[in-house]
């Protein structure tokens, strides 16, 4: 059956996990106040564009990625493509400048979420969506989509970005934003570096308030999960944050929240969540359904991070016994498991391949149709808990070529996370067909992070392509040098079985 991983290789990768991260943290911080002394970032960028051009002529009809290694993505795959095409080295990891008079934050592609957030909230600032990840990258998040819990109200994070820039095919730097190559800027996000190659983003930042005011509603019945879900989202009042999570098919929590200031806080009320020793996020949130409706202030920090320690709830498959409270209190603080370093050892050791009975999926489907994925999701994994994340998938400044097939309505993210113990499971990829085709009937989406089965000729039905095609024509030898989409996110393109 293989090596026992929990019993045996994650114990020993826990505290190296938490020296990587450590030293990567800090390394990062040393190089963010010593950035002057470094080169600047036109000179990194020099450095991209000198590969794009040496590869015009050494490419020999190969087209190209970056060389970030294949275990630092999230996807569960081994992206085998990068064995074979022409690898682009990217060294870009600082945050540029944070403009407080525009309130943008300008950063690299390689910084990580968790570190520009902790910097912005040492200045004063924080992002408007703050994916729950902490090792999740920018140019991750641009290039492979990302959202979380104020999505309802602000969108996907590309929605935040002001301004993209890349070193195109032809080896020179364009500039994209709302006026100047627009349809760059709206077709960039999502399309996982098949138009370029990202070398930086401008982002919005908004004031930073200590405290998030959180609700936690329990909900017993499906309707009133999703009755519930579905008024909070639209309340007139316009909560920061709206998330559930649905613990069976009847039972689930809804929490709410509003950034409050300091005075507003009504201090025996206060939740430090992310102290070393607290309960895995989850597991604290699962109490509300016998406890009822309760009112907590967390510190907003320990708000964005709340589902790191748990991996949302997939540490236990890695260490199941690490939630109980002796276990919190001596080896808490050096949670989580990097999932990198976990894909590294698998890649590495075991092939990269996950256990037959393995979900990790996001669908995005239209708030009306969720009910009928929730008992999908029981019926063929009977995993939970299920995430759920209201989100707005158009903006009405973008081009209608965007807007969603079920239209500018609110849709959730449904997140389905875990290993199957049903007797009757399909196995892996049966049940993934039934998840992509509930999403393709139901006006839905699959978030591309994950292996995707579907046709070329579903995954051009699902996700629109005219605008991004259209940039991929009027981009200097962008068709030669990068694969399409399709050909890049699909099992055979992960494979390196469809890149020519």
Known sequence: MGLDWAKYVCPILLPISFLYDSILYW????????????GTHEERVLKVQEQVRRWQVEGRGRKMCTARPSWMSISQQKLGYKDTMYRVKIDLGDVLEIDKEKMIVRVEPAVTIGFLNRLLV????TLPVVPELDILTIG??????????TSHKYGLFQYICSEFEIVAADGEVMIANHDTNSDLYYALPVSYGTLGFLTSVSIRIIPYKPYMKLTYRPAYSIDETISLLDRETHKATS???VEGIVYNVNQSVIMTGQYVEEEEVEKDKINRMGLWFKPWFYKYVEKFLEKGETIEYVPTLHFHQRHNKGTFWLTPMWLPWAHNIIARFLFGWILPVNPQLLNWLKETFVGGEFEDNFNLQDFIIPMKHVKEGILLSAEI???W????????????????????RGGDTMYVDLGVYGLSHLKTFKGR???LRLFEKFALEHDGFQALYAETLMTNEE?????TGDLYYSVRKRIPNCEKAFPRLFDKISREGRQGKKIL
């Open 27 to 38: 390394l990062t911080l040393a190089r963010y106040y010593t950035r002057h002394l470094h």
């Open 459 to 463: 995954f051009e039905t699902m996700y």
């Open 140 to 149: 991750g998040l641009v290039m492979g989509g990302g959202l979380e819990s």
């Open 239 to 241: 909560n920061d944050s």
């Open 381 to 383: 994994t009977d995993v």
């Open 122 to 125: 040492a200045n004063g600032y």
């Open 385 to 404: 808990p299920l995430w759920m994340v209201p989100t707005r998938l158009y903006q009405p400044q973008g081009p209608k070529s965007l807007m969603p």
């Open 429 to 431: 990829d049966a049940t």
